[in-house]
């Protein structure tokens, strides 16, 4: 009372009257003769102790969590890493993608399925291909040198040979979206160097031919390069009945049948 600046001081039967009012069961005053008066909050030393524990239960509910998430991440590590996949080849080239979803773990489906396909309505199979596209990156990022993605490897190869950049491959790439560009090459020689398609007998075939020539303004007429190329267009698509696999080339360098792609003999006409 004697810290209230001013003239006029309320009496200690006003302020009690206030307290009581405004805080009710909750606030205990103490009237001693010949001391001070003791004002106590009941429910404080509860409240103190209950805002603390809930406050570790929050703590530990937040590191339990951390350990659950930690335990589940550890699980579909190990079926990612117990899964043998195929590293010899390639998959057939008209049906590429024909394992893309069976070869998930099914603990890193259920993950994936249940992040995204959450409150999802409607038509849910371009959300299901975002998942096996985002299980697909996973796995190649645990297993990088014993794993290869038909569908990155399709993504990487499609890119190329729509744009013809290989700088947008490589930063895909960095980003495990896609392939590197030293498996899309592996995948083009490989598919070059398989053995050739079985077309049916009934179907249409036509053979398409053009030449180039470089360098043929010259006065001796020396160092010209003429080539020839050709096609083979097949009517309708399902006439080709092979679905074999492509074999893959693990090293383009030592490859004997790769060095006869890298260099040509020069006749001089």
Known sequence: ????????????????????????????????????????????GHNILSDNWYQQKRSSEQEERIRIVKTAASIILEDIRSQVYETQEYPPPNNFLQESESIIPETLRVLTETIILNKKRGDLEKWRKRCTAISHCIISAARSKSFISGMQVGLAAFLYKKYGSRKLIDVLSSFGFCSSYTEVVRFEVSSIMSSPLEISDKSFSQFVYDNADFNTQTLDGYKTFHAMGGIHCVCPKTAILSDQNVPRIANLLSDPNCRKLRSCEHETL
Request: net charge positive.
């Open 1 to 44: 009372m004697e810290q209230i600046d001013g003239d006029y001081r309320p009496d200690i039967r006003t302020i009690k009257f206030h307290l009581t009012q405004k805080y009710g069961d909750n606030i205990l005053i103490t009237t001693t003769h010949r001391k001070e008066n003791v004002v106590c909050f009941k429910n404080s």
